[in-house]
């Protein structure tokens, strides 16, 4: 028989320690350590036996190699996350909060794999077969040959999808709700959803059939479950949005076949989630471009420009200590962009609470978007709207300076597409401008572009720069 252990596991980070303790030192979390009985060794079981390895063939670096073979589900804002599609062989991680919308785009991405000849088992550990039927009526997939599944222990899964032809597509729904017998543990702790991802990534790579494991964002935040799986699987996906508006961003965390940092953008109607081609007209749709404060920045998220709204309101504080509220940008990165302005540019305005918000629910992560929230902040504080059709990008540094920032190109190019006539960024290279009907604005300095906010009118006529 095997040796039985007990551990001490945090479900928060995953570490594990010799004794219980009420705080995890590796993570902080309070009361998130819980005792683990397993078995002792990698794949340790009542008969295991250790076997002496073998050597393997050392290969050279140089040599011809094959192109990973895709299979395309037709949804091109889903193959645009993957990098074109499915990778034959492969482990995805699709994670979210609850009632995101992991599972109906699952379905709809299956039922076209499945009408394309494909086949594809979808296994339910959350829900009901009947469950899962009433989804796929609602999306009108209900007529797709998906062959379906009820099922959570792992060894059961795997001789069921290792019976007959090799699927080429195996969706596990959840890696949480799954267990297995090596393990002596509830479900959905960090031991049991490790040996299963594990179990079911070597069948993937044995096999050549692309698994999906979602994995959800539990309510009072515990993210163990998808997180020590990351290097364990070749892409990890995950679902971001406000389950308040109507859509959804896919963004690619990790991916070995492809790019990382990419979005796909969709909108959730009442039968399912649809695919916006153009999510930069979206997220300015309802922008209001005579209010002050409102800037538009030209980002670029994986390999597509995307235009986004950048709101910031300054208020006088009625606090000894300001207000700071940011939604959906970094807020260290907006006390150093204060800290900037106070010092470089010689403007009083750490004294005032201060609002930023990126609009349409986008989460922006890159200092490309440093001109834009700065532009924002001074046009709310001297309560000077912005030229309409301005775009702003660049990253300004603690020296006051406007530095470029990559893909300036996509950028211009992008802001052209949607009608927008000036461009207002660092000094650029020549490889860098798009030949487009835009007007390109460059500073050197943040300092000058403050200047220009700041004794913007309301006249009614504009110079040849686009300012009032």
Known sequence: MAKIKSTFVCQSCGSVTPR?????????????IVEEMASAGVGAGPKAAVSSGRPVELVPLSGESEDAIRIVSKNSELDRVL?????????????GDPGIGKSTLLLQAAASLARQGKRVIYISGEEAIAQVRLR?????????????ASETHVETILATIEKGKAPDLVIIDSIQTCWTERIDSAPGTVTQVRTSAQALTRFAKKSGSAVVLVGHVTKDGQIAGPRVVEHMVDAVLYFEGDTSLTYRILRGVKNRYGATDEIGVFEMAGSGLREVPN???LFLDQRDSGAAGSAVFAGVEGTRPVLVEIQALVAASPLGTPRRAVVGWDSARLSMILAVLETRCGVRIGANDIYLNVA??????????????????????????????????????????IRPVVHANLRVREAAKLGFGSVH???????DRAAEDVLLNEFS???D?????????????KDEDGWN
């Open 20 to 32: 219980w303790a009420g705080r995890c030192e590796a993570c902080g979390e309070w009361n998130s």
């Open 83 to 95: 990098g074109g599609g499915f990778v034959m062989g492969s482990a995805i991680l699709v994670g």
């Open 136 to 148: 796929a009526s609602r999306l009108g997939v209900a007529d797709a040959p998906v062959e379906l």
């Open 279 to 281: 999510p930069s007209a």
């Open 360 to 401: 349409g629910g986008l989460k922006v992560n890159e200092p490309a978007a440093d001109l834009a929230v700065a532009a924002a902040l001074i046009s709310s504080l001297t309560n000077s709207p912005l030229p309409a059709d301005a775009v702003y990008f660049g990253e300004v540094s603690l020296s006051g300076s």
């Open 425 to 431: 960024t660092a000094k650029l290279n020549a490889s």
């Open 445 to 447: 300095a943040l300092a």
């Open 449 to 461: 572009l403050v200047g220009r906010i700041a004794a913007n009118g309301s006249a009614p006529a």
